[in-house]
């Protein structure tokens, strides 16, 4: 286990006689080496605070936290085998690609040698511009530096906020391919995003979150199949439909809907009585983005039931 956290909560001031704000509550996750690991959900829903306590940037009220086997505090050793990425690097700015990449590296205490700074820019794609002023670099070419500088010293685990926000295609198809290649080099990486479609390409792991609390945490491929899956069907027109039926398309002479799974024995039935024929009957493939809204949508009203039971026993 590379990363573990358990029941950690966090609360913030809003000010004097303002109920705080709980941005974690009872969270808890595990993390394996190797892992290409995402925490996603709404905004608000504490990714960012999680991550900022893997860092140790925050102390939690209560819970624990091992990083590498370690607790996460400033000034540690551990970070020496930690690289991280926020969501708004702030650079200074007079510093060139090359110059930044050099100090930001060497803030681990170590010389780096010029040959190891002049590889990482090259494989970002800065080459060109390592002498170009931070200043004049765009949003997407500061992302690559700060990747830059993670890359140098090939480290154990790497933590990155949002790493594709503002970032054209090409760019997020070249930073893709960087960090699975550090993957493949035994960098176990975790993010936040909001991009489903770029975590399910390149992450094995995700864990959804909402309201501070982990309501789902499995592979990839078991999340997506939490979905609820339907069949898209087409068929002679009819005059009585069932009710589980989703009608999305209807002419005079086809009826296209989307009916659950577990129903599609009974829908051809139905058709068939009815004298009926169906045209087409097409598997809906899950997309991570049609199980994360599920997973929301049931974990929401779990909570709503909950606090319905709560009142009800304070009554």
Do not use: W
């Amino acid at each position: 286990m590379i990363l573990s956290a358990e029941n950690l909560s966090v609360q913030f001031s809003r000010g004097a006689f303002k109920k705080k704000i709980k941005a974690l509550d009872s969270f808890s996750l595990t993390v394996e080496k190797g892992d290409i690991f995402a925490l996603l959900g709404p905004n608000g829903a504490g990714k960012s605070t999680a991550m900022y306590c893997f860092l140790g940037l925050v102390r939690p009220d209560s819970g624990t936290i091992s990083v590498l086997g370690m607790k996460p505090e400033p000034g540690s050793s551990l970070f020496r085998d930690i690289a991280y990425l926020p969501e708004e690097p702030h650079y200074h700015l007079y510093l060139t690609v090359e110059e930044a990449v050099t100090f930001y590296a060497r803030l681990r205490g170590e010389e780096v040698a010029k040959h190891r700074v002049r590889k990482a820019i090259e494989r970002v794609g800065l080459a060109e511009f390592r002498d170009l002023r931070l200043s004049k670099c765009s949003k997407g070419m500061k992302q690559k530096v700060g990747i830059a500088a993670c890359l140098i010293h090939n480290p154990t685990i790497i933590f990155l906020d949002e790493p594709t926000r503002g970032l054209d295609p090409i760019m997020v198809k070249e930073l893709r391919d960087i960090l699975i290649e550090m993957n493949k080099m035994g960098a176990t990486i975790v993010l936040n995003s909001h991009v489903l479609s770029e975590i399910e390409m390149i992450c094995n792991k995700a864990a959804i979150m909402d309201r501070g609390r982990v309501i789902a945490q499995e592979n990839m491929s078991t999340l997506r199949g939490m979905g609820l899956e339907t069949y898209q069907v087409e068929f002679e027109p009819m005059d009585a439909l069932p009710e589980y039926l989703r009608v999305t398309t209807k002419t005079p002479t086809a009826i296209k809907g989307e009916i659950p799974t577990e129903k599609l024995r009974e829908f051809v039935q139905h058709v068939e009585a009815a004298g009926k024929r169906v045209y087409e009957c097409t598997l809906k493939r899950q997309t991570l983005e049609d199980s994360f809204f599920k997973i929301l949508k049931d974990g929401n009203n779990s909570a709503k039931a909950k606090e319905q039971i709560l009142d009800t026993d304070r009554v």
